[in-house]
């Protein structure tokens, strides 16, 4: 029997927010904090628990989500995103087999149909890792998804480590993931620690995976609204984004 539960990463400073008291996921988007919509969302698919990683302005996330049934997990320091899930994975009881990771300030366009499916090609599948992909027309400064002629994913790669061929891939990885507990529990203390940044990151584990052979599915999304917010302008462009998808 498979036992879901989540991680929301919300610990980030957002530096170009330029805010000093509130983190940006608990901005208003509609009339309601960003990472709101995807606890919602979780709470309506009956995955408990749901597991909220703060960090910075931690009391804000902490207030704007006092009425949901979460649980916090602390990022003390902040060392990147495969730190933040190995902070709030610490969280999770034995009995959780499966694990569904989403980011705080990009989760609104979601809809239950799009997990669901998610959620269902990775149980079907038996894949350590499951993960959404979206068509992006545009994708500048985004990771672009590689495919062999199998159709199989060989490697995410940034932006700024692309090929001129890689950068006119339009598939993107939007960051909504499935993993096996068990694989996080083998590899999350094995993400190399970024040479520049000194940070972990979470997208490190589907090269980690693609290396050790483990069994990974990308599920392709389609051209669904998506918008990662970083600035003022990103967010206003989200307000407009979501006003015509409702």
Known sequence: MNKIGAIILAAGKGKRMNSKTSNKVTLPLHGKPIIS??????????????????????????????TRDVVFAEQKKRLGTGHAVLCGFKKFSKNITDVIIFYGDDSFFYRENVVNKLIDTHLASKTSITFLTIEKPEPFGLGRVVRDKKDHVIKIVEEKDATEKEKKLTEINPALYIFKAEFLRKYLHKIPKGKISKEYYLTDLVDIAIQNREKIKAVRGGNIPWRGVNTKEELEEAKRLLSLSQ
């Open 37 to 66: 919509y995807a606890v919602d969302l979780l709470i309506r698919l009956k995955i408990s628990p749901v597991i909220v990683v703060v960090g910075f302005a931690k009391k804000s996330v902490m207030d704007a989500l006092k």
